[in-house]
């Protein structure tokens, strides 16, 4: 399954394909968890692969409904009449603060479908007939975007994925949709069965954590855990180092110098409390930040 995903994507760490593998593989048994981990994929700018992730995955995830737009009365219906997975695209576009919509309903089907007691109430019927009905809405989802528009409280129940751009000397297979449709079937076909098989193991699961990884993180990680103690070999290892990767080995030093940019200029102008501040007096600003590189960038100081 690892190799599948990594032939038609390049990741920014090789805890990325590991952690999606393992995934991928738990939506085919979230009734056996208490929790499912949203999966987020943001980069910095588009054209950094994250469709082209959720497009691969949308044939190894169980009952995958791939969408862009769709409005959170019908994933309300969708999921309780599931089991789906949601594989949400240009998310960025919906939760974006100039976006003058209403999106809590959204937020709240996400945040509240996390976990697997979870329902949210809605007055159903016309006028004379009016009910409450209350919706189960416990699914897997996936959500990708460009960074910086996605609610925290969303990403704080997530495995998040820093996509960049490829490189031209990063090759990946080319996508064929009926190709990589044959290819996943059987792939899908045997995860399913697999952990069919384990069902009862899986649910009474108690995985070691690694120093350090607690509270919702360890909520986060437990079912990924669990799949990777079942499957043996190097896969405990792998998902507990992918586990510190995502949860511990926090920071900038994975971005990109635009990104790390843009994080700097943030807190330039937040410490500044202004909104203008003249070119000579960010220079000056971002050379004084602590273990910046602008100071000696390629040899010379950052200029205008």
Excluded at 112 to 130: E, F, L, P, Q
Excluded at 182 to 209: F, V, Y
């Amino acid at each position: 399954l690892a190799t599948f995903v990594a032939r038609f994507s390049v990741f920014p760490s090789e805890h990325c394909v590991p952690a999606l593998a393992l995934w991928y593989a738990h939506t085919h048994a979230i009734e056996q968890f208490y929790v499912t981990p949203r999966l987020v994929l943001d980069s910095a700018e588009p054209g950094s692969g994250k469709t082209r992730v959720l497009e691969v995955a949308q044939y190894l995830v169980r009952s995958p409904e791939m969408t862009i737009s769709a409005t959170p009365a019908a994933l309300f219906r969708l999921v309780s009449v599931g089991p789906i997975t949601i594989l949400f695209d240009e998310v960025d576009a919906i939760f974006n603060p100039k976006n003058s919509g209403n999106n809590e309903d959204l937020r709240g089907l996400l945040n509240a479908g996390y976990k697997r007691s979870a329902t949210i109430a809605r007055c159903v019927g016309d006028a004379k007939n009016m009910k409450v009905e209350r919706f189960p809405v416990y699914a897997p989802v996936a959500l990708a975007g460009i960074a910086g528009a996605m609610p925290a409280t969303i990403t704080t129940r997530a495995v998040t994925i820093h996509m960049r751009r490829r490189r031209a000397d990063e090759p990946v297979d080319q996508f064929r949709e009926r190709q990589v449709a044959r290819e996943a079937q059987p792939l899908r076909e045997e995860l399913a069965a697999w952990i069919e098989s384990a069902a009862t193991q899986l649910g009474d699961a108690k995985p070691a954590m690694p120093d350090g990884v607690i509270d919702r993180s360890a909520e986060i990680w437990e079912p990924l855990l669990a799949i990777a103690d079942m499957a043996g070999g190097h896969w405990p290892d792998t998902a507990r180092g992918a586990c510190r990767h995502f949860v511990l080995d926090t920071g900038l030093s994975m971005t990109s110098l635009g990104v790390r940019l843009l994080a700097d200029l943030r807190e330039i102008f937040t410490c500044a409390g202004t909104g203008r501040m003249r070119t000579p007096d960010i220079l000056a600003a971002l050379c004084d930040l602590d273990e910046s590189p602008w100071g000696d960038l390629d040899g010379k100081p950052f200029d205008a």
